[in-house]
Nanobody, 124 residues
Framework: QVQLAESGGGSVQAGGSLTLSCVGS????????MGWFRQFPGKEHEAVAI????????YYADSVKGRFIISQDNAKNTLYLQMNSVSSEDAAMYYC?????????????????WGQGTLVSVSS
């Protein structure tokens, strides 16, 4: 059974940094496409960052490019999202998601496994 569990959310000051973690189990971590998504109230999930199997390729949404970094530690089955220069526009519920196979879409629907989410709030 595939399980994903996010942690690391909380309140961060605008301009500050925060690192989210996602521990996965029940699948081969380094053979899955992994992603971070976020959801604003009343909106659909949007892709923030995607990392291909084995970590050789990444995708970032334009809104976070140059500020956020996605990475993974295969030995720990853990996915990370380092968030830098956080702004109020980054406040949202953040989810990690997994998809088997080598194809990594940049939208939420094809991702079959999801964590429960971790909330990020930004204070000015």
């Amino acid at each position: 059974q595939v399980q994903l569990a996010e942690s690391g959310g909380g309140s961060v000051q605008a301009g500050g940094s925060l690192t989210l973690s996602c521990v996965g189990s029940g699948y081969r971590f380094n053979s899955a496409c992994m992603g971070w998504f976020r959801q604003f109230p009343g909106k659909e999930h949007e892709a923030v960052a995607i990392i291909y199997p084995s970590g050789g390729r990444t995708y970032y949404a334009d809104s976070v490019k140059g500020r956020f970094i996605i990475s993974q530690d295969n030995a720990k089955n853990t996915l990370y999202l380092q968030m830098n220069s956080v702004s109020s526009e980054d406040a949202a519920m953040y989810y990690c998601a997994a998809r088997g196979g080598g194809y990594c879409p940049t939208h939420a629907t094809p991702f079959g496994y999801w964590g429960q989410g971790t909330l990020v709030s930004v204070s000015s």
